[in-house]
């Protein structure tokens, strides 16, 4: 099941810049089913409670990102999985991830 994740009320930031997603076994770069190579950008989660810090994949390479840049998310998603052996968890995907451009302030 994948479920969307409102962004709106949160601030985002970069925690480390995007590095490939590589297999455990293989070693391999993980690909998405056309081929597109996933790219894992770890970010900061701000909202009313205490900061998460989540590992989002997404299948192009987020440019231009350092560690404290604030980020927009689009098409932030998360999905459950459940193994072979029966183990369960979750994780998170973006269509893309952005610097956040500067707003000018009005006087």
């Known amino acids: ?3 969307p ?3 709106a009320k949160l601030t985002v930031l970069c925690g480390t810049p995007p590095t490939p997603v590589v ?4 070693g391999e770069l993980r690909t998405t089913r056309e ?3 996933l790219f894992r950008t770890e970010l900061v989660v701000m909202g009313a409670g205490r900061p998460e810090v989540l590992g989002v994949r997404t299948a192009r390479d987020p440019k231009g ?3 404290g840049t604030p980020v927009t998310v689009t098409a932030f998603t998360i999905s459950t999985f459940t193994t072979k052996d029966g183990t369960t968890g979750v994780f998170y995907e973006a269509g893309a991830i952005e610097a956040t451009r500067p707003t000018k302030e009005t006087s």
Do not use: A
């Not at 297999?23 to 293989?26: E, G, H, Q, S, W």
């Open 5 to 7: 994740i409102d962004t």
């Open 23 to 26: 297999d455990r076994v293989t």
């Open 35 to 37: 081929g597109v190579p």
């Open 1 to 3: 099941m994948s479920l």
């Open 65 to 67: 990102l350092s560690v």
